[in-house]
């Protein structure tokens, strides 16, 4: 991108999804993904190694230095004059195997847990290509990022887990009502 880009409640100016009953949305309107898996995806998908670039996962952001571990849910950044915050894991659909040409990306992003985490906006701003990502609250350090994706890719939460992920400000409203519902009928 040359320039600045709007950042709106709805996503970035210019952006638009086709089906927005599953993209898009206040909890869903800028996806980021890390750089550095495309090193992995190149190693274990090397027919694809040319379509491995930024954008290439259907991310509006691809950023440098953070990965999946290094971040928790509500977590909120600030990058440019915007304020996004962490709200929920990108869930693949056949969209990623399509543009790929290949059904099994779908299965290895879920398997390898490189999802890439959806923002949203907390104050609207503008962006830059190669604006820094910095952390400006953490208000769930306790509840990785990464074991939220854990959780909505294979199930398995604790009790504890779930009483968390039902009250959490910060995650998206969909996975709370999830959570509270496997809540009231908890089988350990």
């Not at 274990?44 to 230095?65: I, M, S, W």
């Not at 849910?73 to 990623?96: E, M, N, S």
């Not at 887990?161 to 998206?172: F, I, K, P």
């Amino acid at each position: 991108m040359d320039g600045p880009v709007k950042v709106e409640s709805l996503g970035l100016a210019g952006d638009e999804q086709a089906d927005l009953r599953v993209h898009g949305g206040t909890e869903k309107p800028v996806y980021a993904y890390a750089h550095e898996h495309c090193a992995a995806w190149s190693e274990e998908y090397p027919e694809h190694r040319e379509k491995l670039v930024a954008g290439a996962f259907g991310e509006n952001l691809t950023v440098r230095g953070i990965l999946e571990r290094d971040i928790c849910i509500g977590d909120v950044h600030r990058i440019g004059t915007a304020l996004l915050q962490v709200c929920q894991p990108r869930q693949p659909c056949f969209k990623l195997a399509l543009f790929f040409n290949d059904n099994r990306m779908v299965k290895g992003m879920v398997r390898s847990g490189r999802a890439g985490w959806y923002y949203r906006v907390v104050q609207n701003g503008e962006i830059n290509a190669g604006d820094e990502v910095r952390l400006e609250e953490r208000p769930h350090a306790d509840f990785s990022f990464e074991r939220l994706i854990h959780i909505v890719n294979f199930g398995k939460a604790s009790a504890d887990e779930l009483r968390a992920m039902a009250a959490m400000t910060g995650l998206a409203s969909r996975l709370r009502e999830r959570a509270s519902a496997a809540l009231s009928s908890f089988q350990p």
